[in-house]
């Protein structure tokens, strides 16, 4: 499986960004897609993710700023980022599970920095 992540880039304290997440190759028809991230001198650690069933699961720092979303007929997973503030620059992957017992795959990570 191939991910591929847009969407990142630098924003104001306040602002929106959008992250897009497309896998290809030999995709799974129940997988559990999701968002990580990674800032400085930390640990990679759950943002959001969205299981096969339409279960969604958020970090509890995200307090109904974000919302995660996936097309299945187009592998696509979306993370729609609302009220930025500069705690949230970090590196964004996106994450793949072919089933819950699986080994992750993972994107190349896309870089949000967001300004004070």
């Known amino acids: 499986v191939q991910l591929q992540a847009s969407g990142g880039g630098l924003v104001q304290s306040g602002g929106s960004l959008r992250l897009s997440c497309a896998a290809s190759?030999?995709?799974?028809?129940?997988?559990?897609m999701g968002w990580y991230r990674q800032a400085p001198g930390l640990q990679r650690g759950l943002v959001a993710r969205?299981?096969?069933?339409?279960?969604?699961d958020y970090a509890s720092f995200v307090k109904g700023r974000f919302t995660i979303s996936r097309d299945s007929a187009k592998n696509t997973v979306t993370l729609q980022m609302n009220s930025l503030t500069p705690e949230d620059t970090a590196v964004y992957y996106c994450n793949y599970l072919p089933r819950p017992s699986a080994e992750p795959y993972w994107g190349q990570g896309t870089l949000v920095t967001v300004s004070s």
């Open positions: 190759g030999s995709t799974s028809s129940r997988p559990i």
């Open positions: 969205i299981f096969s069933s339409g279960l969604l």
